[in-house]
T-cell receptor, first 111, second 115 residues
Framework: RKEVEQDPGPFNVPEGATVAFNCTYSNSASQSFFWYRQDCRKEPKLLMS???SGNEDGRFTAQLNRASQYISLLIRDSKLSDSATYLC????????????FGPGTSLSVIP | DAGITQSPRHKVTETGTPVTLRCHQT?????MYWYRQDPGHGLRLIHY???????DKGEVSDGYSVSRSKTEDFLLTLESATSSQTSVYFC??????????????FGPGTRLLVL
């Protein structure tokens, strides 16, 4: 089983739609969680950190469920500019701070 | 945007030749990383550095070596390139670890094709 799993998609949604991505992780000792965004042929960029209490940044809401070991990202009122691949990222301690990137979920927002 | 550059941005080489990729940062961040990204695998850590001359292996380090002689430069070397090393290589930097909320900033990537 992969350490971090995501539905690869693609998710094709119309403008204005709400879309949700889920991510599961296997290591219960994982300590911190993030969502990164990667545009086609570009580098990943941090979208938001994910806190235990859940957090919101404009149209984006991230949730963490430690008991079930999954993270979610909700995008409301989708824009064309939201089209990208969304990477779930999990960090836990081994001999170093091990950062594991999920394979990503592809989103296309359609006019 | 964080000041990270990678060179070259694109490279085509032949199997068996040595290749060196360079990552340069202007942020004075302590930690630097090399990842490779392949379809279906996500980003996988090759090597990382936690200071000048301090480096360690990541999960896919076989066939790669690194060096960091200055804070701002982190070099990745493929001693004898193989076709399985065809990939997109990203360098990343961060200024803290172990605090649970560190952010990694990525360079623009190097596309390497090994024929």
């Amino acid at each position: 089983r992969k350490e971090v799993e995501q539905d690869p998609g693609p998710f094709n949604v119309p403008e204005g739609a709400t879309v949700a991505f889920n991510c599961t992780y296997s290591n219960s000792a994982s300590q911190s969680f993030f969502w990164y965004r990667q545009d086609c042929r570009k580098e990943p960029k941090l979208l938001m950190s994910v806190y235990s209490s859940g957090n919101e940044d404009g149209r984006f809401t991230a949730q963490l469920n430690r008991a079930s070991q999954y993270i979610s990202l909700l995008i409301r009122d989708s824009k064309l500019s939201d089209s990208a691949t969304y990477l779930c990222v999990v960090n836990h301690k081994t001999s170093y701070d091990k950062v594991i990137f999920g394979p990503g979920t592809s989103l296309s927002v359609i006019p | 945007d964080a000041g990270i550059t990678q060179s070259p941005r694109h490279k085509v080489t032949e199997t068996g030749t040595p290749v060196t990729l360079r990552c340069h940062q202007t942020e004075n961040h302590r930690y630097m990383y090399w990842y490779r990204q392949d379809p279906g695998h996500g980003l996988r850590l090759i090597h990382y550095s936690y200071g000048v001359k301090d480096t360690d292996k990541g999960e896919v380090s076989d066939g790669y070596s690194v060096s960091r002689s200055k804070t701002e430069d982190f070099l990745l070397t493929l001693e004898s390139a193989t076709s399985s090393q065809t990939s997109v290589y990203f360098c990343a930097i961060s200024d803290q670890q172990g605090l649970g909320q560190e952010t990694q900033y990525f360079g623009p990537g190097t596309r390497l094709l090994v024929l």
